[in-house]
């Protein structure tokens, strides 16, 4: 699952058409060459992420994958069981991490964050249980060191990076042990090794090149330099993927940012707080800049999806074809602050069961909760509803 934050200019969102061969609208355009593998769900509503007065973005955030009603307070905090844990808690015991929980911003969960809503339910999508949010790794590194050099909690810094001054790869600890298993292997089985093992060089030595710096721990709206943003989103995706090719994990969720994110992208040409940007108030001038900065989050998005569509997974399927990525906001319009029409992309064909590349459109308003179920019981996990609006699974014919 992936989330943005601040909702979606929702009328440079939707395509025109439904049906197979939609129309691809101008904030979708980085999707263009897979539009066979993303279908586009129109009408859905996340009603339990509505708030008591304000905190829509705290509201809509903690329901993101729970559709859960949360109650306005900073301390008491409760929620429920996400559907990516629902899942994890089904077939994590199948891989070495059961799920990973990744972002970009950091933050803990003290304090008021969203009109006295908790933090905790502005800085997490993922939850173990009503009381137990998940929290993001936000440090490539620490997620490459988590994922494949016997990662240690209780090392200190100084002795992690004595190993990465040492320049010693993760691999060479496991070179007999790949030749021998390579002998193994049929051709098809070999380059797919090969391909892995390459990527894992790569990365490792990106890491060590960009030298990205840890993400802090700071206050409730803080708005600083972020000149590393998009190498720590590149290097991110990398890890995904190779946390995914690998069988590392089968459950990742990723927070692009932090609810009510008052990230600037000028360095893409649409200056000013990404947050007050989405208060529009129908302004023109604020319109153009949302569909620069929205586009762009669906640039990064289309990047794992046309990473995953290339990555080989055995019988001829990419990791793409054997799996499924939700990708939505908290709301819908950043102005108005709903939680009807919702933007919602789901990518992939969960090993060929849904037939992608569609514009679906319902006009009844279903929740996500019920595509929720749906995207449970297709990965083999049986549910008969979900969240506190949950009625049954939804239909994708």
């Not at 050099?149 to 600890?173: C, I």
């Not at 089985?189 to 990106?206: C, I, M, P």
């Not at 692009?256 to 208060?279: K, L, M, T, V, W």
């Amino acid at each position: 699952a992936w989330y943005v934050p601040n909702g979606i200019h929702m009328q440079s969102w939707t395509p025109q058409n439904v049906g197979p061969g939609y129309d691809i609208p101008l904030i979708l355009e980085p999707l263009t060459d897979l539009q066979s593998d993303v279908m586009v769900l129109s009408g859905l509503t996340n009603l339990p992420g509505k708030p008591e007065g304000p905190g829509d973005h705290a509201g809509g955030t903690s329901a993101f994958l729970t559709c859960t009603h949360v109650k306005k307070s900073e301390d008491d905090i409760v929620n429920n069981i996400s559907m990516d844990q629902v899942l994890a808690n089904a077939i994590g015991d199948q891989t070495k991490h059961a799920s990973l929980q990744l972002g970009i911003e950091g933050g803990g969960n003290v304090g008021n964050c969203d009109s006295g809503y908790s933090c905790a339910y502005t800085r997490n999508i993922s939850w173990a249980g009503p009381k137990s949010p998940m929290p993001k790794l936000t440090d490539p590194q620490v997620v490459f060191d988590l994922l494949f050099a016997g990662f240690d909690p209780e090392a200190s810094a100084e002795e992690l990076e004595a190993r990465r001054k040492q320049r010693l790869s993760v691999l060479d600890y496991a070179l007999d042990d790949i030749n021998s298993l390579r002998v193994k292997l049929g051709t098809s089985d070999q380059a797919k090794l090969d391909q892995y093992l390459t990527g894992v060089n790569e990365l490792e030595q990106r890491i060590k090149d960009e030298a990205i710096a840890p993400v802090c721990e700071l206050p409730p709206g803080w708005n600083g330099d972020y000149d590393n943003f998009p190498a720590q989103l590149d290097l991110m995706i990398d890890v995904m993927i190779l946390a995914m090719q690998c069988d590392m994990t089968r459950v990742i969720t990723f927070m692009y940012q932090n609810a009510g994110s008052y990230r600037d992208y000028a360095f893409i040409g649409a200056p000013g707080a990404h947050h007050e940007i989405s208060h529009h108030m129908g302004l023109a001038e604020n319109f153009a800049k949302l569909e620069i900065i929205d586009q762009w989050e669906v640039l990064q998005f289309a990047k794992l999806i046309q990473r995953m569509k290339d990555t080989p997974d055995g019988d001829g399927k990419s990791l793409l074809d054997n799996s499924l990525v939700y990708f939505s906001a908290e709301i819908s319009d950043g102005n108005a602050h709903n939680h009807n029409n919702m933007p919602v992309l789901l990518c992939g064909s969960g090993g060929g069961s849904i037939k992608s590349g569609r514009h679906l459109k319902f006009d009844n308003e279903p929740p996500v909760a019920n595509l929720f179920t749906t995207i449970l019981n297709t990965l083999g996990v049986p549910n008969d509803k979900f969240g506190d609006d949950g009625t049954g699974p939804l239909s994708l014919a």
